[in-house]
C-alpha cells in the first residue's frame, strides 16, 4: 500500500467533497448527510481558510482522505447572546475551566454533525437570520438556517442533490433538483402560515382529487416531480385560456372540488382558511380609510348592516375552493383529455361561484361558456349575488395590507367609488328583505 500526503488542488475539490459527503452519510442515524461536504467546499471561499493546511491523502494514487483547517474564535459582541459551548461530552474538570473563566451558555445543540449547526433550541428563526447578518459581516460562514432547503433535502433523503433555484417571493422559494437520476421540484416555506399548503396536498390525495403526487414533506417543504421532465402532463401555457377542450377539463377537476369538498366540509368543522375571514369591521374601517372613501354610502350600509350582513355571509353554503385560478398554476395531459390544478397555498373553504368567477373571468368568451358548460347548471344565484359584493371586498382588505396600493386591486377600487358595489350589495341583501 502507498501512501502518499500531499496539498489539495483545484482538481481535487470535487472528489474531496464527494469523499466527504459519504464519510458523513448515515452518521446521525438516518441515511443522509448535513451538508458536511458543502462546508468544505465554502470554507475554501473564507478569508479564515488555511490553505497550507488542506490537505489530501491518497492510497495507491487514489485520494481516501482529506483535512481542511480555518481560523476561529470565540465571539460575544453586545448585540448576540452569550454562546453555549458544546461542553456535554467533556471531562469535568474542562467544564470546570470553562466555568472559572465564565463563559456562559445559552442554547443546547440538539443536533450537531461536527460541522453544521442544525438546530437552536429556543432560538427562533429572526433571531438566527440575525446571527447570521453579524457571521456575514465578520466574514464567517453562517448557520443553517430550519427552512434551508439543504437541511429539507437532507431530512427528506434525497442524496446528491444539484439545485437550482427557480425563484424566491413572499417567504416561498421554489427549487430545482436533480439526484440519482430524478428530476424534483422543492418547495420551501419560511413560516408556517404559507406550510398549510403541504395539509393541502394531504387533503386533496385524502379525497382522491388529482393532483401531482406529493413524494415527500417535511414541516417546512414539500417534494413533488418536476412537471417539466416529461410525463403524461405538461404545464399550461397561455394559450391554454383559449382552448374549449382543455377548459371542458378544468371544469370537471373543479367540479370534482366543489362535490367532494362540499361532502367533506359537511361534516368537519376544518379551521382552513376563508377568503371572506378578512371581513371584518376594523377592515372596513381600513378600507375606507386608505382608499380616502370613508364618505362612501357604502361604509355606511355596512356598518348600519354588519352583524346581519356578517351572518349572511357565514350561512352561505361552503366547499373546498382553489381560488387561485390561472394558466401558470395549471397542468394539462398531452391528450388534452384531462387537467387539475396545483400550488395550495390559497386552497380553503368558499363558495363555489367564487372559484368559476375567478375561471371564467381568465378564459376567453368562447372557453367560459365551454367551461360553465362542462360544469353544469349547479350554479347558485344567491352566491352569484354574494360573490358581486364579498370578491371586490376581500381583493380591497388585502390590497390594504400594501404600503403602496396594488395594481391588481384597481377595478375593485372603481367599483367603490363609482357605486357599483353599494348596488350590489343592496341587491343582495334586498334577498334577506333588508334595505
Excluded at 369591521?281 to 382608499?291: F, G, P
Excluded at 386552497?347 to 358548460?373: C, H, M
Aim: glycine residues 6%; aromatic residues 8%; charged residues 25%.
Amino acid at each position: 500500500m502507498n501512501i502518499r500526503i500531499r496539498k489539495e488542488m483545484p482538481a481535487d475539490h470535487r472528489i474531496v467533497e464527494e469523499l466527504t459527503r459519504e464519510a458523513f452519510w448515515g452518521n446521525l442515524d438516518h441515511p443522509t448527510c448535513d451538508g458536511e461536504h458543502l462546508l468544505v467546499h465554502k470554507l475554501r471561499t473564507l478569508p479564515s481558510f488555511v490553505a497550507e493546511l488542506d490537505l489530501v491523502a491518497e492510497v495507491d494514487g487514489k485520494i481516501a482522505g482529506h483535512v481542511i483547517y480555518s481560523r476561529a474564535k470565540v465571539l460575544t459582541p453586545d448585540e448576540l447572546l452569550p454562546v453555549k459551548l458544546l461542553t456535554d461530552q467533556l471531562p469535568e474538570q474542562v467544564k470546570q475551566t470553562f466555568a472559572r473563566h465564565e463563559i456562559r451558555f445559552v442554547a443546547q445543540l440538539q443536533r450537531y454533525s461536527g460541522a453544521e449547526l442544525l438546530e437552536w433550541e429556543g432560538m427562533d428563526e429572526g433571531l438566527l437570520m440575525k446571527i447570521n447578518g453579524i457571521l456575514s459581516r465578520l466574514g464567517q460562514p453562517c448557520k443553517l438556517l430550519p427552512s434551508s432547503y439543504i437541511l429539507q433535502l437532507t431530512e427528506l433523503g434525497v442524496r446528491n442533490p444539484v439545485c437550482s433555484l427557480i425563484r424566491s417571493k413572499a417567504g416561498i422559494s421554489l427549487y430545482r433538483v436533480e439526484a440519482e437520476g430524478k428530476k424534483l421540484i422543492l418547495k420551501v416555506f419560511e413560516n408556517q402560515e404559507n406550510a398549510r399548503e403541504i395539509d393541502n396536498y394531504l387533503l386533496l390525495s385524502e379525497l382522491d382529487i388529482p393532483t401531482l403526487p406529493l413524494l415527500g414533506y417535511t414541516q417546512n417543504a414539500i417534494l413533488l416531480p418536476d412537471a417539466e421532465a416529461g410525463g403524461e402532463y405538461r404545464l399550461g401555457k397561455e394559450s391554454d385560456l383559449n382552448n374549449t377542450k382543455v377548459a371542458g377539463a378544468i371544469a370537471r377537476w373543479y367540479t370534482m372540488l366543489h362535490k367532494k369538498g362540499r361532502a367533506y366540509l359537511s361534516g368537519s368543522e376544518s379551521p382552513m382558511y376563508d377568503e371572506s375571514d378578512v371581513l371584518t369591521a376594523d377592515n372596513m374601517r381600513l378600507i375606507a380609510e386608505k382608499t380616502g372613501t370613508a364618505e362612501n354610502m357604502l361604509w355606511h350600509t355596512i356598518t348600519g348592516n354588519y352583524d346581519r350582513i356578517r351572518s349572511r355571509i357565514d350561512a352561505l353554503p361552503r366547499t373546498l375552493t382553489y381560488n387561485d385560478f390561472y394558466w401558470t398554476n395549471l397542468l394539462v395531459s398531452k391528450t388534452g383529455e384531462s387537467a387539475f390544478m396545483f400550488d395550495y397555498n390559497l386552497l380553503g373553504k368558499g363558495i363555489a361561484y367564487g372559484d368559476i368567477r375567478n375561471v371564467t373571468g381568465s378564459l376567453s368568451p368562447e372557453a367560459a361558456a365551454a367551461f360553465i358548460q362542462e360544469y353544469g347548471d349547479d350554479i347558485d344565484e344567491e352566491q352569484k349575488k354574494a360573490d358581486a359584493i364579498i370578491a371586490p371586498l376581500v381583493t380591497l382588505a388585502n390590497a390594504c395590507r400594501y404600503e403602496t396600493f396594488p395594481t391588481w386591486a384597481a377595478t375593485s377600487l372603481e367599483e367603490l367609488k363609482n357605486g357599483e358595489l353599494l348596488k350590489h350589495l343592496r341587491e343582495w341583501l334586498q334577498l334577506e328583505g333588508m334595505k
